[in-house]
Nanobody, 120 residues
Framework: QVQLVESGGGLVQPGGSLRLSCAAS????????MGWYRQAPGKQRELVAD???????NYADSVKGRFTISRDNFKNTVYLQMNRLKPEDTAVYYC??????????????WGQGTQVTVSS
């Protein structure tokens, strides 16, 4: 069974840091480009970072220079180090395959995500 389990979110002050983790199972992890997405209330889900099996990374302009994506293919885990957090980073964060989200039975599959709240 395919499973994506995000963790590491929480409540932090502006300027603070968090490190998110995503444990994947049921896929050939090392062969997939993986990414972190986020969705804030009332807004569409957006891709904020992705990483190839070899470690090449891309970032949305809104997070470039502040976020770092990494992966451990042996542990089947993707990480997102978030520094200098801003209130506008508040969202539920999800991991998934890129460019298309993981598909099960012809339908896109998403995990539960992890809530990140940046507030004073």
């Amino acid at each position: 069974q395919v499973q994506l389990v995000e963790s590491g979110g929480g409540l932090v002050q502006p300027g603070g840091s968090l490190r998110l983790s995503c444990a994947a199972s049921g896929i050939t992890f090392s062969l997939n480009v993986m990414g972190w997405y986020r969705q804030a209330p009332g807004k569409q889900r957006e891709l904020v970072a992705d990483i190839t099996s070899g470690g090449g990374a891309n970032y949305a302009d809104s997070v470039k220079g502040r976020f770092t994506i990494s992966r451990d293919n042996f542990k089947n885990t993707v990480y997102l180090q978030m520094n200098r957090l801003k209130p506008e980073d508040t969202a539920v964060y999800y991991c998934n395959t890129v460019p298309l989200p993981l598909r099960i039975g012809g339908r896109n599959f998403w995990g539960q995500g992890t809530q990140v709240t940046v507030s004073s």
